[in-house]
């Protein structure tokens, strides 16, 4: 072989090196920029930075074992290579020392990395009575079940931070918290696995059927006011993309405004009108939304905390107080702030066009098992009809 033939040899390389380059400035530019708050690398509150403080710590000595092997690597890819008259480099079997160092070398750094990531993680295993200790007050509880393909929370402890409530409250998708205090959560899911993850406050848990596990983050007075993004991050079916979810942080005053807010249900008045436009009895919105004040049993549930499971889909009881919904894929507000009357006109005529829904067929073929939102169109709703409802589920609009 002569050395006329390497650039030929390395024509396909080449090839691959620009492709991945421009895979790289592609993927690069999907990122949209906006001020949407998500991002691990910007950590707010002790969780996430003592989770990225971890990370940063370790990326020292493992960005100086990288470079030790990739020059070791290249090194002895051109100091051994062919070379005329050498054709048949001298064979070695065996290395005895080298064996056991590159066996025990690895072992031992993995043993040192494991003293304060696993510390760490321990460290931030905490019980509500740890946090309670370390931050000198109860932290807030909320219990987060995850839905195909949106997020319910349930408010579990609300008496703690204020006297005067003696209620759970329950919402969808946008979860809103009190600046300063720990938020302690128990995760569930009824149907398959789902992940939680809030990039800018804490690392992800897996939500798992059967099981209740727990995490906590803490949001700092300088982000009172700020929202923060946050995704499921573990495969869950057809809409796993668009399970979203939103982190609305609060002075403690306004999040309890907001929670008393909260457990306000309609006036008999408002339920009447519900049932003119056909959400109770002729399209069974209620067999899978709660709203309240139309079912006494299904309020005490709520506030209870004992029902909270009980319904497939958000309760729409306050869903202008929202900002988005369909697991916080769609914008409930225009630009100018007014709602988009449109966009949720053609949800509840036909959500399985804005969102693939498991169950996009008219009322008549619900199964038993049918729990997303269905077709009403199919079902023989008019699209005046869709927009009356949805003009009637925004017109309440309590706290912000
Ligand atoms: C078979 C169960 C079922 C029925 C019946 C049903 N829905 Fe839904 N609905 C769902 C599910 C599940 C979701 C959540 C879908 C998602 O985000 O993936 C949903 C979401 C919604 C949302 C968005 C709420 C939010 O905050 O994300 C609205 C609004 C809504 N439905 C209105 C209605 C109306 C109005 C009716 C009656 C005309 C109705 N639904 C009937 C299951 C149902
Ligand atoms: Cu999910």
Not at 46 to 63: K, T
Request: hydrophobic fraction near 40%.
């Amino acid at each position: 072989m002569t050395s006329r033939k390497w650039p030929r040899r390395l024509r396909p390389m080449a090839v691959r090196v620009a492709l991945l380059t421009a895979a790289v400035l592609m993927f690069a530019a999907c990122s949209d920029g906006s001020d949407k708050e998500s991002n691990p690398l910007d950590p707010r509150g002790d969780v996430a930075e003592r989770q990225i403080g971890l990370l940063e710590f370790w990326m020292i000595p493992a960005g100086v074992i990288g470079a030790l092997i990739l020059g070791a690597t290249v090194y002895v890819a051109l100091r051994f290579r062919e070379r005329p008259g050498n054709e048949n480099p001298r064979q070695v079997h065996g290395n005895t020392t080298l064996e056991i160092g590159w066996t025990v070398v690895p072992a031992l750094i993995m043993a040192i990395m494991a003293v304060p990531t696993v510390s760490l993680i321990w460290d931030l295993d905490a019980s509500s009575a740890e946090l309670e200790a370390k931050y000198d007050k109860a932290p807030l509880e909320v219990t987060v079940y995850g839905k195909q393909w949106w997020w319910e929370y349930q408010y579990t402890n609300l008496g703690e931070l204020d006297s005067s409530i003696d209620f759970d409250v329950n919402t969808a998708n946008e979860l809103h918290i009190p600046a300063d205090r720990p938020v302690h959560f128990r995760l569930l899911s009824d149907n398959v696995i789902h992940s939680f993850w809030v990039p800018s406050l804490a690392g992800k848990k897996d939500v798992v059927p059967g099981r209740a596990n727990e995490m906590w983050f803490i949001a700092e007075a300088d982000d009172i006011g700020q929202w923060f993004y946050g995704q499921c991050v573990e495969y869950c079916g057809l809409s796993h993309a668009d399970m979203r979810l939103k982190v609305k942080v609060h002075e403690e005053s306004d999040f309890l405004d907001w929670a008393k807010g909260q457990n306000e249900v309609w006036s008999a008045e408002r339920v009447a009108r519900a049932e003119e436009l056909g959400i109770t009895t002729k399209w069974g919105c209620v067999s899978c939304h709660y709203m309240g004040g139309v079912d006494p049993d299904a309020d005490a549930g709520i506030r209870d905390g004992s029902r909270a499971n009980a319904r497939p889909g958000p309760n729409l009881t306050h869903l202008p107080d929202r900002t988005t919904f369909a697991g916080a894929k769609l914008d409930l507000l225009n630009d100018d702030g007014s709602f988009d009357v449109d966009k949720l006109t053609e949800w509840i005529w036909h959500a399985g066009e804005l969102k693939p829904m498991q169950c996009d067929k008219p009322l008549t073929e619900s199964g038993e098992r049918c729990k997303g939102m269905l077709n009403f169109e199919k079902s023989g709703m008019t699209e005046e009809e869709a927009r009356d409802i949805a003009e009637f589920l925004l017109e309440l609009e309590g706290a912000k």
